[in-house]
């Protein structure tokens, strides 16, 4: 879906001196400048004006419907929206900060367009149920935005799996070498991560898409609306069974900006492996030029510049969720100007995830990995000592045991600087009499990984079986958004 900044067009300019506020009839004297400014949210919720005609058009059929708009009505509200649309699409549109909000800027410019008519579209809705029918529309359609990318990263990431999957690389546990792995197996551990977080956007979808238009201010409406009618219009599941709470909550956004957290905590993590992995101490893989920068002093450097920002915006998407839980903690029934502050965090936390998954997207799926160094990197640590161990349980000794036998053969080795593999077997069989002339065999980085071959393991075998398995799922998704 295309986003609209509010950067991309220039603000919003003050209405003509002494218009009529459309709300205006009970007051006795124009709203104070500062405070028109100060209250007025059409420099940010301008972006909502898609949404807000797509509802307003399902409002106009429902009312002619049910008989509170005749037909020919309707159609002029229809075609003037349409109208309005285009300008606004064209960047011909005159938003005006003293109209407040997208949607009196749109009624006030149907107004001017089509007549009296235009009046009568607000029959039977309030501002309340409006916005919050804008804001259930687009962020069903933003979820959605979310879900495709997502969808697009894994697919990349299963791609790299199978690539890899027989690449070996350490394991860690406090970041310090614990067992060999291999990349591919790491890559779908990343994959799994973004899949739990595709069911929580799933889920959390669901109860997004659900119809708030006909609560009107908070009581509902005396007018013989077609609730479920307009909800089949918007494409929606179903419709509120409160009008109080149906106008004055926003967990729906909480939820997704959770869900959202979450979700950027994940690319955090990645994020923070990819940077490491750059890292001349590292040097596990080298990431696409496109997404690094350089240095103005020092020749040598290449920053990875996008992990390094992906890390650092998900601390305003945290920041984005405190916001909306603070925003909610203490309104009373039913809706609160307070509500007001709930777009612009709901938006950027949008920004933010579209970004960075567009960024990853397309990063990872292209990094390019240095086998060799993830293979001599595997090989300091002792990062087989646990097969050593799993080996004499094998030929009958207790584990307890040979845990201590190998803590012994691993301090020899750490004495001597070399890895396991490279103790003579005398010494080994020294340590242990069941140490025989197959321990070699295990213990090898290579050796090890393929001995996991469990579903769930790291071994190659089990790494394409899951890449298959997660395409499998991929594709089924794809075919159900068609």
């Known amino acids: 879906m295309t986003q609209d900044s509010s950067h991309d067009k220039p603000a919003a300019t003050p209405a ?4 009529a506020k459309l709300w205006g009839g009970r007051f006795s004297e124009p709203t104070d400048a500062f405070v028109e400014r100060f209250t007025a949210s059409v420099d940010f919720d301008r972006r909502l004006y898609r949404e807000d005609i797509q509802g307003s058009q399902a409002h106009a059929r429902m009312l002619a419907k049910v008989g509170v708009l005749t037909e020919a009505e309707a159609g002029e509200i229809l075609a003037g929206l349409d109208a309005i649309r285009d300008e606004i699409a064209a960047g011909e549109f005159d938003w005006q900060v003293g109209r407040e909000d997208v949607h009196m800027n749109i009624e006030a410019r149907l107004i001017e367009r089509i007549g009296d008519v235009g009046k009568k579209l607000h029959t039977g809705r309030s501002r309340n149920d409006q ?16 879900l495709r990318l997502i969808r697009g990263y894994q697919d990349g990431l299963v791609a790299l ?11 860690f546990t406090h970041l310090q070498t614990a067992q060999p792995v291999t990349f591919g197996h790491h890559m779908l551990a990343w994959y799994e991560m973004l899949e739990r977080d595709a069911e929580r956007l799933r889920d959390t979808r669901r109860r997004v898409n659900i119809l708030p238009l006909g609560a009107a201010a908070l009581a509902g409406t005396p007018y013989p609306l077609d609730r479920e009618y307009t909800a089949e219009l918007l494409g929606f599941e179903s419709v509120t069974r409160n009008s109080l709470d149906a106008v004055s909550d926003r967990d729906f956004a909480i939820e997704f900006t959770a869900a959202a957290a979450t979700l950027m905590m994940h690319l955090s993590r990645q994020a923070e492996e990819l940077v490491l992995w750059t890292s ?3 040097a596990f893989i080298e ?4 997404y690094c920068t350089g240095s103005s002093i ?8 996008v992990p390094e920002l992906v890390r650092g915006k998900t601390g305003r998407v945290y920041g984005h969720l405190m916001s909306l839980l603070t925003l909610m903690k203490s309104q009373p029934l039913a809706y609160n100007k307070d509500n007001q502050e709930d777009k612009e965090p709901l938006f950027d936390t949008v920004d933010t995830l579209l970004g960075s998954l567009r960024a990853f997207g397309d990063m990872v799926p292209n990094l390019e990995v240095r086998r060799e160094n993830t293979l001599a990197a595997t090989r300091k640590g002792f990062a087989t000592a646990t097969d050593l161990a799993d080996y004499l349980v094998g030929r009958g000794v207790a584990f307890r045991d040979a845990h201590e036998v190998v803590g012994r053969a691993v301090r020899i080795a750490q004495e001597r600087g070399v890895d396991l593999a ?8 020294a340590i242990s009499p069941a140490v025989g002339e197959d321990v070699f065999t295990v213990l090898t980085p290579e050796g090890s990984a393929a001995a996991r071959n469990l579903t769930g393991g790291t071994a190659p075998e089990q790494v394409r079986r899951q890449a298959a398995a ?7 998704l794809a075919r159900a958004d068609r």
């Open 16 to 19: 003509a001196s002494g218009e």
């Open 131 to 146: 916005i919050a029918t804008d804001i259930r529309l687009w962020l069903r359609a933003a979820i959605d935005d979310v």
């Open 422 to 429: 490279e103790l003579p077997l005398a010494d080994l069989q």
């Open 298 to 305: 020092m020749p040598q450097k290449k920053n990875p510049d």
């Open 287 to 290: 990431l696409p030029d496109r």
């Open 470 to 476: 997660a395409r499998e799922h991929l594709a089924a």
């Open 280 to 282: 001349a101490q590292f």
């Open 161 to 171: 799996a199978e690539r890899e999957a027989d690449t070996v690389m350490p394991g």
